[in-house]
């Protein structure tokens, strides 16, 4: 009887194992395919992935089933979703940061200062310094120990529409409804130079040449609503035209291969090389304006050298080296891919490398698509509409994974912090809004500005959110 029930018991055994594929994002196998018990749950798979990566240093994870975290034992899992175990169960490994960004929770500091609305608020690159810039024509340098001005700079004569830190930190570019750009000095507040003019109409985007590409940070390129985009030298003071686009250049990216990104109001968007500013590629598929376009390496490219601890590296050798491979572990094996917004409500994910068609076409949204956002570790892309949500989308393949509904009004821009954690929005409703990837829902609820607001940004070292709008104060925002 004995005997028996150990056969019954080695039985169940037998049948309780599940045959599963762990992969990584890009869909690559770790390994060959497994038998693991139904009871695992995630603390174990960690264990095995570990193992299975050779890591020296344990490193957390997340895991995947069709695009759904695994957040219980396998087996409640299959029952759940009646998962058939014939064939191998691919499960997807999402490596995680190591570190915890805290979600923000209240306003610690209002400051005035501009005399008309802030229409673009950025951390620098190490989230040590803030720059926004607003409609009264300056720019303004705020000091984040005091949370008072630092320095307001004035030179424009019209609206300054955007800004861009370089990711060196060294400079700070901003550009004007007239159609002319400044360079400034973080340190002194100062012009570094006279006014770089050439644009004929207002300035739409600014986007750096990344450091790893580059040190110390020289060029950067500009779009334009006068149809061109621009390489600018801030060393030589020259530029290389970009010319093509038959309307708007609405959006600039400059990317870590090397190569400048366009998106226009006349439906493409343009692949450009950078020492003559020959067109390299057109990628086609938009119905309407192309609003949108954002890098999966984009955080990385943003930061440069700089991670979350905020450590400096003084020579631009040793800047560029750490650049490089912060660079190499987000984009990995995989190409770079790009994901487009539109006018059209759809977004598009590439990867121009490999293919001039889109690898997906994304739809859902019931409005324009205002503003596209890969997440730091490129594993989620956001999109802001308005239609008043924010949907957050596969990374890798495109495929929709849940919607945030919350705001009252069109959303206008987000932000992630730098674990990918934790999603901020700002929105015409007046609110900012903190979003939890993991249980997909609101986190916390910022109200406190009087007006619209149109622009937030989250301090690359996770301490702080600013936003700026309409009540032309700026707010800064604490854990």
């Not at 424009?156 to 529409?161: G, I, P, Q, R």
């Not at 030589?236 to 366009?262: E, F, N, P, Q, R």
């Not at 987000?414 to 990918?420: E, V």
Request: net charge neutral; glycine share 8%; with cysteine.
């Amino acid at each position: 009887m004995e005997g028996e029930t150990d056969a019954m018991m080695e039985q169940r055994t037998v049948v309780n194992n599940v045959m599963c594929l762990l992969t990584h994002q890009d869909g690559a196998p770790l390994g060959a395919p497994m038998y693991l018990p139904q009871n695992i749950g995630p603390q174990q798979l960690q264990l095995i992935v570990n193992q299975l990566l050779q890591n020296e240093e344990k490193l957390p994870y997340a895991f995947y089933i069709s695009d759904e975290e695994l957040l219980v034992p396998l087996e409640t899992y299959l029952q759940k979703h009646r998962v058939s175990v014939e064939k191998a169960l691919p499960i997807v490994c999402q490596p995680q940061a190591v570190f915890r960004i805290r979600p923000v929770s209240r306003c610690s500091a209002t400051i005035s200062g501009h005399g008309e609305a802030v229409l673009s608020v950025a951390f620098s690159p190490d989230g040590r310094q803030l720059a926004s810039g607003s409609g009264d024509t300056t720019v303004r340098f705020w000091d984040l120990g005091t949370q008072t001005p630092m320095y307001t700079c004035t030179g424009h004569k019209n609206w300054v529409l955007c800004i861009g830190w370089s990711p060196d930190g060294k400079y700070l570019v901003s550009g004007s409804k007239s159609g002319e750009l400044i360079c400034w000095d973080p340190q002194t507040g100062k012009q570094s130079g006279n006014a770089l003019t050439g644009h004929k109409k207002w300035i739409t985007g600014i986007s750096w040449e990344p450091v790893h590409l580059n040190a110390p940070c020289r060029r950067f390129a500009s779009s334009s609503k006068d149809g061109d985009a621009r390489i600018w030298d801030v060393s030589l003071k020259k530029c290389i035209v970009l010319s093509g686009h038959s309307l708007a250049v609405t959006c600039v990216k400059w990317g870590g291969d090397g190569v400048i990104y366009t998106g226009s109001q006349d439906c493409t968007i343009k692949v450009w090389e950078t020492t003559q500013g020959k067109l390299i590629r057109e990628l086609k598929g938009h119905g309407h304006w192309v609003n949108s376009l954002a890098l999966s390496t984009e955080y990385v490219l943003r930061t440069g050298a700089f991670d979350h601890t905020a450590k400096h590296y003084s020579p631009p050798e040793e800047m560029k080296k750490v650049a490089l491979e912060r660079y190499k572990a987000v984009r990995g094996n995989a190409p770079e891919r790009l994901v487009s917004g539109s006018d059209d409500f759809t977004m598009f994910l590439w990867e121009p490398f490999v293919n001039k068609h889109p690898k997906t076409r994304m739809t859902g949204h019931q409005q324009l698509v205002n503003h596209v956002y890969f997440s730091p570790d490129g594993q989620w892309i956001a999109s802001a509409s308005f239609d008043k949500s924010v949907k957050i989308w596969n990374g890798t393949t495109g495929a929709f994974v849940t919607v945030f509904r919350g705001h009252v009004g069109p959303v206008y821009q987000i932000s992630w912090s730098a674990d990918s954690r934790l999603l901020l929005s700002g929105s015409k409703d007046s609110t900012l809004k903190v979003w939890d990837i993991r249980t997909r829902k609101l986190k916390q609820d910022l109200p406190g500005h009087a007006d619209e607001v149109f622009s937030v940004d989250w301090s690359p070292d996770g301490e702080k959110v600013a936003s700026g709008g309409k009540d032309k104060v700026l707010k800064l925002w604490m854990g």
